[in-house]
């Protein structure tokens, strides 16, 4: 299957701080790409939908101030958790899509202290 | 939101028994698939099954579907101690090219 990277595996920071979290498809271009969070031994979350050239949808009550999704080219996708607090702290996975299959990156541990 | 329901949540047996795993969902679907995932990792797709098939194999995996109930399952079949990982159906719609519809999951442990 289509390889997707995930970048980086894990962070921590400080509250208040950014961190960006970036999302490869490697060998295919994916005109879609999904950000999904992950709560322990819960199912993935859908966050946002983006789409390459045009703004994110974002999943209802999902704040789009707070989660900036930049997708610039058909093989990234970022997504930046501004001004993080230790409740943003999850495991983020994101996902590239043939239309079909969607094919997922390793995802992210993020710690906000 | 979540469209699938997995049944068991937990599943737990020896290896070399077989394992199943139910889904059920509500709407009608163009597709199902079945995503594994290990803990703290990315999902890695394992099958899909399209509205107009009833049955799917995959090595050791086999895939049914029965739309007219709105469910599938998943067969594991001579299960190993590394198939221990979190299954989850995920439900395609003809609405929203590439959106997927997790269910809740089925956490298998496979004892050697």
């Known amino acids: 299957g289509a390889v997707v990277s995930q970048h980086p595996s894990r962070v921590i920071c400080k509250s208040g701080t950014s961190v960006k979290i970036e999302c490869r498809s490697l060998?295919?271009?994916?005109?879609?790409m999904f950000w999904y969070r992950q709560f322990p031994k819960q199912s993935l979350m859908l966050m946002a939908t983006?789409?390459?050239?045009?703004?994110?949808?974002?999943e209802q009550g999902v704040e789009k101030d707070k989660f900036l999704i930049n997708h610039a080219s058909l093989t990234l996708s970022t997504l930046t958790v501004t001004s993080a607090h230790p409740e943003d702290s999850s495991f983020y996975i994101c996902?590239?899509?043939?239309?079909?299959?969607?094919?997922f990156g390793p995802g992210t541990r993020l710690l906000v202290l | 939101s979540q469209q699938g329901e997995e049944d068991p949540q937990a599943l737990s047996i020896q290896e070399g028994e077989n394992a199943t795993m139910n889904c059920s969902y509500k709407?009608?679907?163009?597709?199902l698939q079945w995503y594994r995932q290990n803990s703290g990792r990315g999902l890695v797709h394992l099958i899909l099954?399209?509205?107009?098939?009833r049955e799917k194999h995959s090595g050791r995996l086999r895939v049914t579907l029965d739309t007219s109930k709105k469910s599938s399952s998943l067969l594991i079949t001579a299960s190993r101690a590394a198939d221990t990982a979190s299954y989850f159906c995920a439900t395609g719609r003809g609405s929203t090219l590439g959106r997927l519809y997790f269910g809740r999951g089925t956490q298998l442990t496979v004892w050697p």
């Open positions: 099954i399209r509205s107009n098939e």
């Open positions: 709407t009608s679907i163009n597709n």
């Open positions: 060998d295919f271009q994916a005109t879609t």
């Open positions: 996902s590239a899509s043939d239309l079909e299959t969607q094919y």
């Open positions: 983006s789409n390459e050239g045009s703004k994110a949808t974002y």
